[in-house]
């Protein structure tokens, strides 16, 4: 395969970072979970130190990555949900220390959660995010296996120069749960478990590869599972979602050490520098763990998390959390402590009768109101106001909106709703989409689901006006304006003055996310079914010009190449696009009739 060679006596170690999405510490064996198969992690902890007690900063995986990668909490570093806040440019990441400091580095990740535009590009000479590698009717088709993400990582591993930095991330715990063969077998109704199988076997193929590096396995963040309600992740601060695994292993690393103390993501970026002996950029939250590596006394600093998902994704109050040793407080409209130690499940709501947990309360809310909040860069006026009137730019839990404790029955609702969208019964969703947003009319999800359901049941103009009505509440959100102007495009056949209303939404949904694939796509369809063939092709090619790696749009580029005479374009265009999804069989078509040897351009 070609993997460049490890490093050899006083040379720094080339640096592995495996991040697991979606990951539940008591779902691999070595943290305990019994019936699971994780022998390749079980080995790297059983031969280093396993963090028994590590806290994401939230249950999304942009801010917990943001953290990880920076060192800060998520109201610092301002990337605080995964689709409407970016990383601002002037935090200092790990890459970019590494880097200085002379490391090769580059980063492979398996969602389009963490495409470039998210901002944790910075600092790595390569960043692949080539992850449209899926059936576009799959309810993710933005994201890649574990398999494909190592077979991008064996690609370019032979030109990266030693000493390097190598991130990859892996998204295979995600919803939808569907292990492949074994997996799917072994596992049979513990799909979750056996999509941790399958990301194992992967670690230990990509580990093969790189013997001698320092390597840190962390998830971002976990999954509920069903636990207090909650089907994924997201909504609650819970143990479930906010325990997540690290492990530590490598050169100059003990072997066999469990470390009980309470630690955070927010540690790994100081403590990889400590560990090289490169300067840590000043005023991060996160702490060297050396000193637990070797065994020294460690104070718990308590850990802070967050969650703006609540309020931005269904108008409910966002929720702020901290952990010092085994007390858990929640900031909510009706505020949550646990006592970890006798009540590890958080089924004990203690309320404030604890001084101590009053004191964490008052802490959680007088550091909300009074140090540097989200860098607002990415954020416009209307989002800064938004959030302020949620209570949440103050510190406050946003006493006017709904607990989540008591909105989380709605989600239920929202969920069979999108199934029976996804099982092509949309009429089965509409009414009780309809149900959710007259007790939730903020809840974004639900208006957009009630779009798509419209417009599978062939009511259009009933589609643009739940869209428009999305607009009025959320007008700087990339997806509301392409669910408005695909709505309004299917509206066009009956009404076609909505063409030019289309395509100006379309416009607008590009400029707030130059990187939405499926914008391009439904843009050039709507200018091809106006005979504006190269119109489409100009808009196909901007999504080459933001670096957007997408196989269907390969294809109709080659398309509209052959339809202007060019086959040499077009058969480029159409390698390209078996390049990025070797299973399109309608690609493959293309070439053999155009008498084209299918394969890589390169």
Same mark, same amino acid.
């Given at each position: 395969?070609?993997?460049?060679?490890?490093?050899?006596?006083?040379?720094?170690?080339?640096?592995?970072?495996?991040?697991?999405?979606?990951?539940?510490?008591?779902?691999?064996?070595?943290?305990?979970?019994?019936?699971?198969?994780?022998?390749?992690?079980?080995?790297?902890?059983?031969?280093?130190?396993?963090?028994?007690?590590?806290?994401?900063?939230?249950?999304?995986?942009?801010?917990?990555?943001?953290?990880?990668?920076?060192?800060?909490?998520?109201?610092?570093?301002?990337?605080?949900?995964?689709?409407?806040?970016?990383?601002?440019?002037?935090?200092?990441?790990?890459?970019?220390?590494?880097?200085?400091?002379?490391?090769?580095?580059?980063?492979?990740?398996?969602?389009?959660?963490?495409?470039?535009?998210?901002?944790?590009?910075?600092?790595?000479?390569?960043?692949?995010?080539?992850?449209?590698?899926?059936?576009?009717?799959?309810?993710?088709?933005?994201?890649?296996?574990?398999?494909?993400?190592?077979?991008?990582?064996?690609?370019?591993?032979?030109?990266?120069?030693?000493?390097?930095?190598?991130?990859?991330?892996?998204?295979?715990?995600?919803?939808?749960?569907?292990?492949?063969?074994?997996?799917?077998?072994?596992?049979?109704?513990?799909?979750?478990?056996?999509?941790?199988?399958?990301?194992?076997?992967?670690?230990?193929?990509?580990?093969?590869?790189?013997?001698?590096?320092?390597?840190?396995?962390?998830?971002?963040?976990?999954?509920?599972?069903?636990?207090?309600?909650?089907?994924?992740?997201?909504?609650?601060?819970?143990?479930?979602?906010?325990?997540?695994?690290?492990?530590?292993?490598?050169?100059?690393?003990?072997?066999?050490?469990?470390?009980?103390?309470?630690?955070?993501?927010?540690?790994?970026?100081?403590?990889?520098?400590?560990?090289?002996?490169?300067?840590?950029?000043?005023?991060?939250?996160?702490?060297?763990?050396?000193?637990?590596?070797?065994?020294?006394?460690?104070?718990?600093?308590?850990?802070?998390?967050?969650?703006?998902?609540?309020?931005?994704?269904?108008?409910?109050?966002?929720?702020?959390?901290?952990?010092?040793?085994?007390?858990?407080?929640?900031?909510?409209?009706?505020?949550?402590?646990?006592?970890?130690?006798?009540?590890?499940?958080?089924?004990?709501?203690?309320?404030?009768?604890?001084?101590?947990?009053?004191?964490?309360?008052?802490?959680?809310?007088?550091?909300?109101?009074?140090?540097?909040?989200?860098?607002?860069?990415?954020?416009?006026?209307?989002?800064?106001?938004?959030?302020?009137?949620?209570?949440?730019?103050?510190?406050?839990? !946003? %006493? /006017?909106?709904?607990?989540?404790? +008591?909105?989380?029955?709605?989600? &239920? *609702? =929202? $969920?069979?709703? #999108?199934?029976?969208?996804?099982?092509?019964?949309?009429?089965?969703?509409?009414?009780?989409?309809?149900?959710?947003?007259?007790?939730?009319?903020?809840?974004?999800?639900?208006?957009?689901?009630?779009?798509?359901?419209?417009?599978?049941?062939?009511?259009?103009?009933?589609?643009?006006?739940?869209?428009?009505?999305?607009?009025?509440?959320?007008?700087?959100?990339?997806?509301?304006?392409?669910?408005?102007?695909?709505?309004?495009?299917?509206?066009?056949?009956?009404?076609?003055?909505?063409?030019?209303?289309?395509?100006?939404?379309?416009?607008?949904?590009?400029?707030?996310?130059?990187?939405?694939?499926?914008?391009?796509?439904?843009?050039?369809?709507?200018?091809?079914?106006?005979?504006?063939?190269?119109?489409?092709?100009?808009?196909?090619?901007?999504? !080459? %010009? /933001?670096?957007?790696?997408?196989? +269907?749009?390969?294809?109709?580029? &080659? *398309? =509209? $190449?052959?339809? #202007?005479?060019?086959?040499?374009?077009?058969?480029?265009?159409?390698?390209?696009?078996?390049?990025?999804?070797?299973?399109?069989?309608?690609?493959?078509?293309?070439?053999?009739?155009?008498?084209?040897?299918?394969?890589?351009?390169?």
């Amino acid at each position: 395969m070609g993997a460049p060679p490890a490093q050899g006596e006083g040379h720094p170690p080339n640096v592995v970072l495996i991040t697991l999405d979606t990951t539940r510490a008591d779902h691999l064996g070595c943290y305990g979970a019994e019936g699971v198969k994780t022998p390749n992690l079980d080995t790297l902890a059983r031969n280093g130190v396993r963090f028994e007690r590590a806290q994401s900063p939230a249950p999304l995986t942009v801010p917990a990555h943001a953290s990880l990668m920076s060192g800060l909490v998520p109201r610092r570093h301002g990337a605080r949900d995964n689709a409407l806040h970016l990383l601002p440019s002037d935090v200092p990441l790990l890459a970019e220390s590494l880097s200085r400091a002379g490391y090769d580095t580059a980063a492979f990740v398996s969602s389009v959660v963490l495409d470039r535009r998210v901002g944790l590009a910075r600092g790595f000479r390569i960043y692949d995010d080539r992850v449209r590698v899926g059936r576009r009717e799959a309810f993710n088709y933005e994201e890649r296996a574990a398999s494909q993400t190592n077979a991008a990582v064996f690609e370019h591993l032979p030109k990266l120069k030693p000493p390097f930095f190598l991130w990859v991330h892996y998204f295979d715990p995600h919803l939808p749960y569907v292990p492949p063969p074994p997996y799917d077998a072994q596992f049979r109704g513990r799909p979750y478990d056996g999509e941790i199988a399958f990301m194992d076997a992967a670690i230990g193929r990509l580990l093969g590869e790189l013997p001698g590096s320092l390597v840190v396995i962390a998830g971002d963040h976990g999954e509920s599972l069903g636990e207090h309600g909650e089907a994924s992740h997201g909504v609650f601060l819970y143990q479930s979602t906010q325990r997540v695994p690290l492990i530590v292993n490598g050169p100059g690393i003990p072997v066999g050490r469990v470390v009980g103390e309470r630690v955070g993501l927010v540690d790994v970026m100081p403590t990889l520098l400590d560990l090289l002996k490169i300067e840590t950029p000043k005023e991060v939250d996160g702490k060297s763990l050396v000193p637990l590596l070797r065994n020294k006394k460690w104070k718990d600093p308590g850990y802070e998390m967050e969650t703006l998902f609540p309020a931005l994704a269904y108008d409910w109050a966002p929720l702020r959390g901290l952990v010092r040793g085994d007390l858990v407080t929640i900031d909510a409209p009706r505020p949550e402590v646990y006592d970890l130690s006798t009540d590890p499940a958080q089924e004990k709501n203690l309320g404030t009768v604890r001084p101590r947990a009053r004191r964490m309360l008052e802490s959680l809310r007088r550091e909300g109101a009074t140090k540097t909040e989200a860098k607002q860069d990415s954020l416009s006026a209307e989002r800064r106001m938004r959030l302020a009137s949620l209570g949440y730019a103050s510190g406050a839990s !946003g %006493d /006017a909106s709904l607990d989540p404790k +008591d909105g989380i029955v709605l989600l &239920g *609702v =929202l $969920e069979k709703s #999108r199934e029976a969208i996804q099982r092509r019964r949309p009429q089965d969703a509409i009414e009780p989409l309809r149900g959710v947003l007259e007790e939730n009319p903020g809840n974004l999800q639900a208006r957009l689901a009630l779009v798509s359901a419209l417009l599978g049941a062939g009511q259009p103009a009933a589609a643009v006006s739940a869209a428009r009505d999305a607009l009025t509440r959320h007008a700087d959100d990339d997806l509301v304006h392409f669910n408005l102007a695909n709505a309004l495009a299917a509206e066009s056949a009956h009404r076609p003055e909505a063409l030019g209303e289309a395509g100006e939404h379309y416009e607008t949904t590009l400029r707030l996310n130059p990187r939405r694939a499926d914008a391009y796509l439904n843009f050039a369809s709507l200018l091809v079914s106006t005979n504006r063939h190269e119109a489409a092709r100009s808009v196909l090619e901007r999504a !080459g %010009d /933001a670096g957007v790696a997408d196989p +269907d749009i390969s294809a109709e580029r &080659g *398309v =509209l $190449e052959l339809m #202007r005479g060019r086959k040499e374009a077009a058969i480029a265009h159409f390698k390209e696009a078996l390049r990025l999804n070797p299973f399109a069989a309608d690609v493959t078509e293309a070439l053999r009739r155009l008498k084209a040897t299918p394969g890589d351009t390169h």
